[in-house]
């Protein structure tokens, strides 16, 4: 089973600073990553899908895969209030059925 | 943009009482599935489904079972509901044909069980 951590727990930024979350999983064989956006009491938003080693760039939202370190984070380029919400990352499973497994979530604040 | 419904948006029910959450998607995926979400457990994998007629256990299917009655629909059902039951629950839906398969997530259910 997939085991997905992300850091920091909880995170705070200034308008317009960059913003970087972490997830580390335990299985590199997975080929599916994504970063969700959670707002309260709201359903999931993806946000990037990345499938490969590398960088991939959404908008104002990069993520970078390294599955050799079993590393894979987001950045978000001028953050701004509106960004405040839970970020979940998710790793695909290679076993069976097809799943996803998420980490805990980081929860960012960006204040004005 | 696919879209998942989850209905109730919210429900209270009390220990022992049967609670059935419904999920209905509109984009004809094959895949759906049911997680909950707890403080300190991110999201987990309860039931997930292949199509209709067709339900699977997930990693923690213990005191739920889930039904596919169609494409669209697909409920998940506590028989005897306890307070540890008490989280936000997640409706997916996904393309399984591809590699880079997404999940569509509904609003989520909320339930409080007393």
């Known amino acids: 089973q997939q085991k997905v951590q992300q850091s920091p727990e909880s995170l705070t930024v200034s308008e317009g600073a960059m913003a970087s979350l972490n997830c580390t999983f335990s299985?590199?064989?997975?080929?599916?990553f994504r970063w969700y956006r959670q707002h309260s009491a709201k359903g999931l938003e993806v946000l990037v899908s990345i499938f490969s080693d590398g960088e991939k760039e959404e908008g104002r939202f990069t993520a970078h895969l390294n599955r050799a370190n079993l590393h894979v984070s987001l950045h978000i380029r001028e953050p701004q209030p509106s960004d405040s919400a839970v970020y979940l990352c998710a790793v695909s499973s290679n076993t069976g059925y097809q799943n996803f497994y998420f980490g805990k979530g980081t929860s960012l604040t960006v204040i004005p | 943009e696919a879209a998942v419904t989850q209905s109730p948006r919210n429900k209270v029910a009390v220990t022992g009482g049967k609670v059935t959450l419904s999920c209905n998607q509109t984009n004809n995926h094959n895949n759906m599935y049911w997680y909950r979400q707890d403080t300190g457990h991110g999201l987990r994998l309860i039931h997930y489904?292949?199509?209709?007629?067709?339900?699977e256990k997930g990693d923690i299917p213990d005191g739920y079972k889930a039904s596919r009655p169609s494409q669209e629909n697909f409920s998940l059902i506590l028989e005897l509901a306890t307070p540890s039951q008490t989280s936000v629950y997640f409706c997916?839906?996904?393309?399984?044909?591809?590699?880079?398969?997404?999940?569509?997530f509904g609003h989520g259910t909320k339930l409080s069980v007393l």
């Open positions: 299985d590199g064989t997975s080929n599916n």
């Open positions: 997916a839906s996904g393309d399984p044909g591809r590699s880079n398969e997404r999940l569509f």
């Open positions: 489904s292949y199509g209709a007629g067709s339900t």
